[in-house]
């Protein structure tokens, strides 16, 4: 069964930091993974999506990367700012017979000024 | 303005009531999906739909009922409100499932008294 772990499920930065967010699943047999934001009292906005044969994915100051080998992919904040501030989520595409979105906790992140 | 809208946004009933929220899209998805979002739980998916006329149980669908008579609504009801049906509703589409991106609308939090 497809488990999707994000680690920490909350982080505090200055502003400015590069930060990196973890989110790791138990099963490599995946379509693909996508990053979400949700800002408080809002719905998920989608950020990147990374195909299964893809290795990152970049759209401005973000970087996904995937290593579906070892169940894991990062998302890479570079010189966070104050509006960063969110829950981000990330959630796996199942391939084979299970073919569901399995979601992470999120991890909740407050860039400080 | 295009997108995914629902309503209401907010709403309490009483427990034994039934309770609609709508969803509706407008760029013709084929693919929609009712998720509720719960704190330890993330987001559950509650019932999906890949057209007009079929749709399809999620991981929690017990005590909800959807319709998707037109490919834009999405429908969902709660036929006799429960304190455990207290929480947040999203609704989502998608062009198509597994490979493409998924958009959701901004919410509908219900409280069951």
């Known amino acids: 069964k497809q488990e999707v772990t994000q680690i920490p499920a909350a982080l505090s930065v200055p502003e400015g930091e590069n930060l990196v967010l973890n989110c790791s699943f138990t099963?490599?047999?995946?379509?693909?993974l996508q990053w979400f934001r949700q800002d408080p009292g809002k719905g998920l906005t989608s950020l990147l999506l990374i195909q299964s044969s893809q290795r990152e994915q970049t759209s401005g100051r973000l970087n996904a990367s995937l290593d579906k080998s070892s169940g894991r992919s990062t998302l890479y904040i570079a010189a966070s700012q104050p509006g960063d501030s969110a829950t981000y989520l990330c959630a796996v595409f199942n391939a084979g017979n299970n073919r569901k979105l399995i979601w992470g906790l999120g991890t909740s992140l407050a860039v400080n000024p | 303005d295009a997108g995914i809208t629902q309503s209401p946004r907010y709403k309490i009933t009483e427990t034994g009531r039934q309770v609609t929220l709508m969803c509706h899209q407008t760029?013709?998805?084929?693919?929609m999906f009712w998720y509720r979002q719960d704190l330890g739980h993330g987001l559950r998916l509650i019932y999906y739909s890949a057209a007009a006329d079929i749709t399809d149980k999620g991981e929690v669908p017990d005590g909800y009922v959807v319709s998707r008579s037109k490919t834009e609504n999405f429908p969902l009801t709660l036929e006799s409100a429960t304190r455990s049906q207290t929480s947040v509703y999203f609704c989502?589409?998608?062009?198509?499932?597994?490979?493409?991106?998924?958009?959701f609308g901004e919410g509908s939090w219900l409280t069951v008294v």
């Open positions: 099963d490599s047999a995946i379509y693909n």
């Open positions: 989502a589409s998608s062009p198509l499932t597994g490979g493409n991106t998924i958009y």
């Open positions: 760029w013709s998805h084929s693919y």
